[in-house]
C-alpha cells in the first residue's frame, strides 16, 4: 500500500458516506431497482436462453415471480407477526412477575456468597426489563405510525419496480449508450468494475439472502413443532442474528437451552439442543454450495463493518457496512485503486 492508495481510499469512502448519508433517501428506488436488477439478472439470463423469449418478458416474468413470492411471504409473515407481539404484550405483565420470582431465587442464591450483590442486581434487571416494556409499548401504538407511512413506501415500490424492469431490459442498450459516451479505457474500466465487483457483490448477497430466508423458514418450522410461543417472531429473529460471523444464533439458543436444562425442563433443552444443530449443519451445507469463498471478508472485520455501518447510518448500516467493504476490497482487486504489486506493475 502507498500513500497515493490511501489517499484514494480515504477520499473514496468519504464519497461514499456523503452519497449514503445525504444522496441515497432521494436516489433509493432507483439504487434498489439496480440492486434488484443485479439480483434478477441470472434468473432473466436463463428464461431467454431456454425459452427464446425477449428480455423484456423474462424481466416482467422474473419480476412478478419475486412480487407474488415476497407478497405472499411478508402478508403472512407480518400477519402472525402482529398476532405475537399483541399476545406478548397482553402477557408481558405475567412474564414479568414470573421473572422477578425467577430473579429471587437466583438472588437468594446469590446472596450466600455476598450480602451487597442482589440490590443493586435485582435494580439493575428491574430496568432493564422496564425499559422492554416501554420499548415493547412503543411497537404496539407506534403501528399506526407504520400504516401513515404505506402510502409512501407503495409509491417507492411502484418507482422500484419500474426501474428494475428497464435496467434489466435495455442492460444491453444501455452499456452500448456509455460506449459511445466514455472514453474506451474509462469504458473498459467500467466494464470490468460491472462484471467482476458489482456482479460479484450481487452474487454474494444473493447466496445470503437465500440462507438467510432458509435459516428463518428452518428457525420457525422447528420451533412451531416445539410448540414453542411467538415462533414467528423467534425465528425472524434468529435469522437476523444469523447474519453475524461468529455470534450467530447460538446468542439465543446457548441461554435458552441453559434456562431449560436449570429448571428441570431437559426434554425441551434437548428439543432446542437439536434444532440449533439441525439449523447449524443445513447453512454450513448450504452456504458451502451457495457462497463458498465469495465474500473473501474475516470475521472480525465482517464484525467491524457491521457495527461502523450501524453507528453511521442506523439500522441500515447493518448493510451498507459490509457491501462497503466488499467493494472497497473489490476495487482493490480489480486495481482501480491504486497500488504497488497490480498486474500492471
Known amino acids: 500500500m502507498t500513500w497515493k492508495s490511501v489517499w484514494f481510499i480515504v477520499f473514496l469512502l468519504i464519497g461514499i458516506f456523503l452519497f449514503l448519508k445525504y444522496a441515497m ?70 412474564y414479568y412477575g ?16 455476598s450480602q451487597k450483590l442482589p440490590e443493586p442486581l435485582a435494580r439493575l434487571a428491574q430496568d432493564q426489563w422496564n425499559s422492554l416494556y416501554s420499548l415493547l409499548s412503543a411497537v404496539v401504538t407506534g403501528a399506526g405510525g407504520v400504516v401513515k407511512g ?21 442492460r444491453n442498450t ?24 458489482l456482479s460479484g457483490i450481487a452474487a454474494v448477497v444473493r447466496s445470503q ?23 414467528v417472531g ?12 461468529v455470534i450467530g444464533p447460538g446468542l439465543i439458543y446457548f441461554p435458552w437451552i441453559l434456562y431449560h436444562v436449570i429448571w428441570g425442563q431437559l426434554s425441551a433443552g434437548i428439543g432446542l439442543l437439536v434444532l440449533y444443530a439441525t439449523v447449524s449443519f443445513i447453512r454450513q451445507v448450504i452456504q458451502t454450495q451457495l457462497v463458498g469463498r465469495e465474500m473473501g471478508l474475516h470475521p472480525l472485520a465482517t464484525l467491524f463493518s457491521i457495527y461502523l ?10 448493510i451498507y457496512g459490509p457491501l ?11 486495481e482501480v485503486i491504486p497500488h504497488e504489486g497490480g498486474a500492471g506493475r
Open 25 to 94: 433517501p432521494y436516489v433509493l428506488p432507483f439504487a434498489l431497482g439496480a440492486f434488484l436488477a443485479f439480483l434478477l439478472d441470472p434468473l432473466v439470463s436463463f428464461l431467454t436462453k431456454r425459452t427464446r423469449m425477449s428480455r423484456g418478458w423474462a424481466a416482467f416474468i422474473s419480476i412478478m415471480l419475486l412480487a407474488v413470492g415476497l407478497g405472499l411471504i411478508l402478508s403472512w409473515g407480518v400477519t402472525r407477526l402482529a398476532q405475537e407481539i399483541a399476545d406478548l404484550y397482553g402477557y408481558f405483565p405475567q
Open 98 to 113: 414470573e421473572f422477578n420470582k425467577i430473579l429471587g431465587d437466583v438472588l437468594r442464591f446469590a446472596g450466600e456468597f
Open 150 to 170: 404505506l402510502p409512501g413506501f407503495s409509491i417507492s415500490m411502484v418507482f422500484t419496480i419500474i426501474s428494475t424492469y428497464f435496467l434489466i431490459r435495455d
Open 174 to 197: 444501455m452499456s452500448e449508450a456509455f460506449r459511445r459516451l466514455l472514453p474506451e479505457k474509462t469504458f473498459v474500466s467500467f466494464r470490468n468494475v460491472e462484471s467482476t465487483i
Open 209 to 231: 439472502v437465500l440462507l438467510v430466508l432458509l435459516t428463518m423458514m428452518v428457525n420457525i418450522v422447528g420451533l412451531s413443532l416445539l410448540n414453542t410461543r411467538y415462533a
Open 234 to 245: 423467534l425465528g425472524i429473529l434468529l435469522a437476523v442474528l444469523d447474519i453475524l460471523p
Open 309 to 318: 455501518g450501524f453507528r453511521l447510518f442506523g439500522a441500515i448500516g447493518i
Open 324 to 334: 462497503t467493504t466488499i467493494l472497497i476490497l473489490g476495487l482493490w482487486a480489480a
